[in-house]
């Protein structure tokens, strides 16, 4: 049975896929899914407490999972008249909005997946998810925009990825270091493999949405090897490296409030038999020398 979803749901845009487009976002779609299943079987074979990060993997790819199944449908997507319109008036190019709603999502989370292994400060994770958000959201504004403004939003964006690379690679990268050599060994291979490939997005964005160079088909090519590499590879190997790590260090468990309530009451008695062991000692001592005492005065 041959792909029809381009018959089924048919586009609006003058400037859109074709099969072979689609059939290239179905293979996507497929890496993004098996992936996800793998990272599932994973998770369950490791301790309640050390699945945070594999939760965070299933989240971005279950998410790529449906953006993916969307664009391969031919849906998600608006047509947007375009600034370069190759002397046609009127010409209108695809804009796949179903990508950005599955980017505000899960580059969020992909940093998450980077800082939390490195004891980063609250406020710095906020405005690093704060900024990411930012970049997102004005790269779809851009997008919508058929006026020469949307490179004013695309410079917006970029000067927010400009910031997100300033806290990965400095504060994010020293903080990483206070948990211990391998853990700013794996942080700093993640950060600087994660910053590369989102530096590819913005080229990718002034190709196809921005300045209308590259045709759709190519666009999903250039965005469905960029995806691949930044969400099932990046999460699969990220993970994996953590997962070598001492996880108690980054004080991440995850575990029923039951259990966590039984490791702290388990510590509290330790202590308190810790001091009643240091009280009596310290009696007998000092009983023991007053006896002595007292049998030298008689």
């Not at 779809?140 to 020469?148: F, I």
């Not at 690379?165 to 211990?180: D, F, Q, R, Y």
């Not at 260090?249 to 966590?260: D, P």
Request: proline share 4%.
């Amino acid at each position: 049975m041959g792909n029809d979803a381009l018959r089924v749901n048919p586009s609006d845009s003058d400037v859109t896929i074709n099969t072979k487009g689609s059939d290239w976002l179905w293979a996507v779609f497929a890496v993004m899914l098996l992936t996800n299943f793998l990272m599932m079987a994973w998770m369950f074979t490791l301790p309640k407490g050390r699945r945070t990060f594999h939760h965070m993997a299933i989240f971005i790819l279950t998410t790529a999972s449906i953006a993916y199944f969307s664009m391969a449908s031919n849906l998600g997507s608006t047509p947007i008249p375009v600034e370069f319109n190759g002397n046609r008036e009127n010409l209108t190019r695809a804009i796949w909005y179903v990508r950005y709603i599955d980017w505000v999502i899960t580059t969020p989370l992909l940093l998450l997946e980077l800082v939390l292994a490195t004891g980063l400060p609250l406020s710095d994770i906020m405005a690093l998810l704060f900024f990411d958000e930012v970049m997102i959201i004005t790269g779809l504004v851009g997008a919508l925009v058929a006026s020469t403004y949307k490179w004013g939003y695309f410079a917006f964006g970029c000067a927010a990825l400009i910031y997100i690379w300033v806290i990965l690679l400095g504060p994010a990268l020293k903080s990483s270091g206070t948990l211990g050599p391998d853990f700013k060994k794996a942080y700093l291979l993640s950060a600087a493999y994660l910053s590369f490939i989102w530096m590819l997005y913005p080229i990718a964005w002034g190709l196809s949405d921005g300045a209308n160079v590259i045709s759709p088909d190519s666009e999903m090519i250039f965005y469905g090897i960029l995806d691949i590499l930044a969400k099932p590879v990046f999460t699969a190997w990220h993970v994996y490296q953590i997962s070598r790590l001492d996880y108690t260090k980054m004080q991440l468990q995850s575990g029923k409030y039951s259990e966590g309530a039984a490791m702290v009451r388990e510590n509290e008695l330790h202590n308190v038999n810790n001091t009643a062991l240091k009280n009596a000692r310290a009696d007998a001592t000092a009983s023991g020398r007053f006896s002595e005492a007292t049998a030298r005065e008689v």
